[in-house]
């Protein structure tokens, strides 16, 4: 089993940035594919960004290209995205997953989930 818990949300202005961490335990993430979905209120579950096993390829979903960067420490067993140029528009409940199988932008590929953590941004 691999337990995922995500910290580093919060309230912030537009134009400011974040960094969300993922913190995985239970067994080494590092042959994981991993991935960070958000979702808003009302909203189903979305694609944000994927990364590889081995931290060489990622995949971002085109709203959060050129601002958001996904990586990874398999040393720490630790999923980050950091978050420049935030816009009111991702306002969401950020989640980290981790998924054994090949990259995936489907929500239903992963296995693991933490349990999200709020990003907020106000005008």
């Known amino acids: 089993q691999v337990q995922l818990v995500e910290s580093g949300g919060g309230l912030v202005q537009a134009g400011d940035s974040l960094r969300l961490s993922c913190a995985a335990s239970?067994?080494?993430?590092?042959?994981?594919?991993m991935g960070w979905f958000r979702q808003a209120p009302g909203q189903e579950r979305k694609f944000v960004a994927t990364?590889?096993?081995?931290?060489?390829?990622?995949v971002y979903t085109d709203s959060v290209k050129g601002r958001f960067t996904i990586s990874r420490d398999n040393a720490k067993n630790t999923l980050y995205l950091q978050m420049n140029s935030l816009k009111l528009e991702d306002t969401a409940v950020y989640y980290c997953?981790?998924?054994?199988?090949?990259?995936?932008?489907?929500?239903?590929?992963?296995?693991?989930w933490g349990q999200g953590t709020q990003v907020t941004v106000s005008s």
């Open positions: 990364i590889n096993w081995s931290g060489g390829r990622t």
């Open positions: 997953a981790a998924n054994i199988g090949p990259m995936s932008v489907v929500s239903g590929s992963y296995e693991y």
């Open positions: 239970g067994r080494t993430v590092s042959t994981y594919n």
